[in-house]
DNA sequence: CTTATGATGTACT
DNA sequence: GTACATCATAAGG
């Protein structure tokens, strides 16, 4: 592993706008998906209306208030999976959305589980993502920095990116805040 | 291209 | 009951 602690420890723009570029790497039956990540955004806590977290801590939310690098997965709308990275220290919420990806590696693994669409629309959202990884509840609490032969991990990208921050999608609340991160252009 | 809507589980008022 | 960090389809322009 080498992307370490003190990454996912800091502020969570921080860490959601240097997410973007980096590799997510999931190993199923000794074979590797590895995606580009292409858009995030972060949540915080009582300074965020938009977070789960925002009214404090619950049994869902738990994991924001957990230790940094570990993961926060949710079921949203009754139907898809969300992945977080849990940032910020510990007691001190926080979590990015990886929303979006790019096929680096294991295209024909993705298509198993996206089934035969347009590359473009495999892995533009967070479900799709989720799903495309096999990301689900069992994943909630997830340490990407503990195992020596992860399941899931992050690796750092070869260099900055530019990055356009824009406002977050599908909420209703703190719409103005740019908390989003995309990738510009071709990286 | 755009907007509309149904599917569906959990958290919250 | 209502809202929700969504997605795949269908219908309209």
């Known amino acids: 592993v080498d992307i370490h602690l003190r990454f996912f420890e800091q502020d969570t723009l921080a860490a959601a706008e240097q997410l973007i570029g980096c590799y997510l790497a999931r190993k199923i039956d000794g074979r590797e998906i590895i995606v580009r990540i292409t858009e995030t955004e972060a949540y915080k806590g009582?300074?965020?209306?938009a977070s789960h977290a925002y009214r404090g801590k619950t049994a869902r939310n738990t994991p924001m208030f957990g230790r940094a690098g570990k993961l926060y997965v949710y079921l949203s709308y009754g139907l898809h999976y969300c992945m977080n990275v849990v940032t910020e220290a510990e007691n001190v919420p926080g979590?990015?959305?990886?929303?979006?990806?790019k096929a680096v590696q294991g295209l024909d693994l993705i298509r198993e589980r996206r089934g035969s669409m347009a590359d473009k629309q495999?892995?533009?959202?967070?479900?799709?993502?989720a799903q495309a990884l096999s990301i689900a509840l069992d994943f909630n609490g997830y340490d990407l920095l503990q195992p020596a032969n992860p399941q899931l991990a992050i690796h750092p990208r070869e260099r900055a990116y530019p990055v356009a921050a824009t406002p977050r999608i599908?909420?209703?609340k703190a719409q103005e805040y740019p908390w989003r991160f995309i990738l510009r252009d071709n990286g």
């Open 170 to 172: 599908g909420i209703s």
């Open 95 to 101: 979590a990015v959305l990886l929303r979006a990806g």
């Open 46 to 49: 009582s300074e965020d209306p």
């Open 122 to 129: 495999l892995l533009n959202g967070p479900g799709k993502l």
